[in-house]
């Protein structure tokens, strides 16, 4: 038998729990035989929160830490990828807010119980004040905070580690070595719970379904809507005026890189190209040496298109339950974002753990994620498709601002290549 695709088994899976949900529609028994199955799974993600935010931010704070003493090469790519980055989620919150993509399903006909849970940590995470939260962000007791789960707290003790594990240098490698191997391990360990994901997602649609009617999946046709919509608007305005300021052909830029680009919309990952985005990168005019840092530092601190994606999709489920986010709350999620967005794109799907990690940090119900669980894969293809376009843009740019491009090299390799396809 040939295999089934891991997208193609979530899909499978969405498709049957819908099936199974809106035949049992009003049926308690749906929720008492499935609702464990889909909570495991929900359970399963936020296990290896903690262990991968403390390892991939101290990997990537300390690896900002060497980068900037190379010289300005350093602190202009940070620089550049924090603004671009920051434009990017900002988008994504505003896109969300305007275009209302998880109205429509009243979530909060949940259990009295769930509901009183839920809108007591809206309430608490509302309520408490900016200068309240810029204290509690500092964790009087790390293992208290690791016990409770508390993100903020530990976002911020992993920056500072970090920082500290890169200060002193060669004493702080074996350090950087075990959170290396821990990251790659709970990677390694988010490739084995995403093989479940099927089972998760069919358990929780179910649920869902069988509890709200079929009315409650409209909110994915407008989700996906508004993530598609939201990542063009970024290519073609954000990104094509940013192109336009320094001088490079966006337009010209994605027609060298369609296949790329088409590699890594179709297997949901920008890892698979990245050998070859250097090699043309190189070819269109940029240094070998800055596109060796630049890009793959990117993977890492300039996923555009993620970060849009789980801007929109965290305010969607805010949206599901009726919850309103105060000012305060949306700045809160800004910055929960831009911490927690970083150094999730060497896997598939692992989105999900940073739409889970910012939900916990904000107070939000995580069983949302059933509603995204079920696309994942579809935005998650248009979004790597932008991280890729961001990141090859981000390089040449820094070329530009290093005074290392050469304009004469890269018209002569488009030249060559046009007219080779042509």
Known sequence: M?????AWQIFIGLGLGIAVGAF??????????????????IRLIKMIVIPLVISTIVVGVAGIGDAKKIGTLG???ILYFELITTVALMLGILAAHLFQPGT?????????GDIQKVEAAANEAGQQGFVEMLVHIVPSNLFDSLAKGELLPIIFFSVLFGLGV??????????????????????????????VAPVGVFALIAVTVSKFGVKSLIPLSKLTLVVYGTLLFFVVVVLGLTAKAVGVRLWELCRLLKDEILLAFTT???????????????????PKAITSFVLPTGYTFNLDGSSIYQAVAVVFIAQLYGLDMSVGQQVTLLLTLMVTSKGMAAVPGASLVVVVTTLSAMGFPPEGLAFIAGIDRILDMARVGVNVIGNS????????????????????????????VS
Request: with cysteine; aromatic share 8%.
């Open 104 to 112: 429509g399903v009243d979530m909060r006909s949940l259990e009295k």
């Open 268 to 286: 949901a990952s920008s890892e698979t190209v990245l050998p070859r985005l250097m090699e043309k990168l190189e070819r269109y005019g940029c």
């Open 166 to 195: 890169s200060a002193i240098g060669q004493r702080g490698e074996p350090v950087l070595r075990v959170m290396q191997a821990v990251a790659d391990a709970m990677f390694t360990i988010t490739h084995i719970i995403m093989r």
């Open 2 to 6: 040939k295999k089934i695709s891991l």
């Open 393 to 420: 843009l981000a390089t040449i740019i820094i070329s530009k601002w290093e005074k290392a491009y050469d304009a004469e090299k890269a018209n002569r390799y488009a030249a060559r290549t046009f007219k080779n």
């Open 75 to 77: 602190g202009k790519t």
């Open 24 to 41: 049992f529609y009003g049926s308690p028994g749906v929720e008492t035989s499935l609702k464990p199955v889909g909570d495991t799974f």
